[in-house]
């Protein structure tokens, strides 16, 4: 099984390298483009320090004794935490749209702005050669990934609601961030595995077009890494 998905790897690769020669386009490798999409799995350092800023949201206002200031006032509990929630996925987008921003200027600045027009050739589900936007490829990567990023998020925020612990709230929610690929790394081979809620909150594996245990097997040395 991982032999012949290995095969189909390297197979759509060569032909893939071989539209590249035919329509005489230049891959991104070397590129700004390159480092850009590289840049995607910083999102785990975004939603690490999400996690840390949520998880500590209402249980350190409990903590210090704020909390009666926002109590006292008109506004209903369930206005107050929908509020706070809302205003931690808005920050977590906020600092996605940054790392965007800034890995576009760095890398552009490393490598230089040329090729911007450069297409993305990648192959579908169908076996047909597709060029695609860079751009808008690259910023459908960010936002599906951020996807994980806002069930953190929801983990934490409602862990530090409940029980009124910060450091519950963290250590739960980033033991859950880890634990998560750890646990797919150990059941991958298992075809069961692919319904496990950590299976799907990596939504860039249906962008590429490639089922969970074919994606998770060819990156399975570069994903414990990126953690």
């Not at 192959?123 to 599906?144: C, P, R, S």
Request: proline share 2%.
């Amino acid at each position: 099984m991982e032999i012949d998905d290995d095969r189909k790897f390297y197979q759509e690769q060569i032909v893939l390298n071989d539209y590249h020669l035919k329509q005489n386009i230049r891959s991104t490798d070397g590129t700004m483009w390159d480092g850009v999409n590289g840049s995607a799995n910083m999102m785990i350092l975004i939603t690490i320090f999400t996690i840390i800023i949520v998880g500590d949201s209402v249980a350190g206002e409990f903590s210090f004794g704020t909390i009666k200031l926002l109590l006292i006032r008109p506004a209903s509990r369930v206005k107050i935490l929908v509020s706070k929630y809302i205003s931690f996925l808005l920050f977590g987008m906020l600092l996605l749209l940054t790392l965007f921003v800034i890995s576009v200027l760095v890398n552009g600045i490393l490598y230089g702005f040329g090729y911007m027009d450069l297409p993305l050739v990648s192959m579908n589900e169908d076996g047909l050669i597709v060029e695609k936007n860079m751009v808008l490829n690259l910023w459908k990567t960010y936002m599906l990934n951020g996807v994980s990023t806002v069930m953190y998020i929801t983990m934490a925020f409602m862990i530090s609601s409940s029980f009124r612990s910060s450091a519950m709230a963290i250590g739960f929610s980033i033991g859950a961030l880890f634990g998560g690929r750890i646990v797919l790394g150990a059941l991958h081979r298992f075809d069961w595995s692919k319904y496990l809620l950590f299976a799907n909150t990596d939504l860039t594996q249906y962008l590429a077009g490639h089922p969970f245990q074919v994606l998770f097997h060819r990156c399975a040395r570069c994903l414990f890494p990126s953690v």
